[in-house]
């Protein structure tokens, strides 16, 4: 079964570096998703991204973020100068009409 | 008044028992309805789509109510392995932003 891969599974840094999570859809998808999901507190829809470009934010999406698709299979999130209040699961999803989950990647910013 | 309120929860029930859980969503305009399921640290999971004619796959009932915007999920005979938090998710018009309400924790006891 098709399944949305998320690299790295666990990633601690240091406040104010930048990091990148990456994210692999499934390939046939054209709908692309990054959400948050704070220890103990809901998801939160950060940004949705299709035919290269964002289609819609949050209000959390603000200038520390930025997704891309660099080629033909990833898409990734960068937060730049990450915070403490940055340390959450991070999921990517990919869609054609039912969005699909990766098991996401855990940021612990130190 | 939140985009999408839950049950806060949590259920603890018996195996064997049905369970309910409601969902209200705040703007009319919304488009589709799913509810997923999350285990502890991991992704969401689709359960299954809403529609306003109802929908039911096997134990699980799911129903939506467009004029009072509500939703709703029956689980008939629960099994130890349906505790999870059940997520009710609303995608605005046009699919791109994603909303998910808090979760209803639900505990099935022998």
């Known amino acids: 079964e098709p399944e949305v891969t998320q690299t790295p599974s666990h990633q601690v840094t240091q406040m104010g570096q930048e990091v990148i999570l990456r994210c692999v859809p499934i390939s046939n998808h054209l709908y692309f998703y990054w959400y948050r999901q704070i220890l103990g507190q809901k998801v939160e829809f950060l940004v949705s991204?299709?035919?290269?470009?964002?289609?819609?934010k949050s209000e959390i999406f603000d200038d520390q973020f930025s997704v891309e698709r660099p080629d033909g299979s990833n898409f990734t999130l960068k937060i730049r100068s990450t915070k403490l209040e940055d340390s959450a699961m991070y999921f990517c999803?990919?869609?054609?009409?039912?969005?699909?989950f990766g098991a996401g990647t855990r940021l612990s910013v130190l | 008044r939140k985009e999408v309120e839950q049950d806060p929860g949590p259920f603890n029930v018996p195996e064997g028992a049905t369970v309910a859980f409601n969902c209200t969503y705040s703007n009319s305009a919304s488009q589709s309805f799913f509810w997923y399921r999350q285990d502890c640290r991991k992704e969401p999971k689709l359960l299954m789509s809403v529609y306003s004619s109802g929908n039911e796959d096997g134990r699980f009932t799911a129903q939506l109510n467009r004029a009072s915007q509500y939703i709703s999920l029956l689980i008939r005979d629960s099994k130890l392995s349906d505790s999870a938090t059940y997520l009710c998710?609303?995608?605005?018009?046009?699919?791109?932003?994603?909303?998910f309400g808090a979760g209803t924790r639900l505990f099935v006891k022998a």
């Open positions: 999803a990919s869609s054609e009409n039912i969005q699909y």
């Open positions: 998710v609303v995608n605005k018009v046009g699919g791109f932003k994603t909303i």
């Open positions: 991204f299709y035919n290269n470009e964002i289609s819609e």
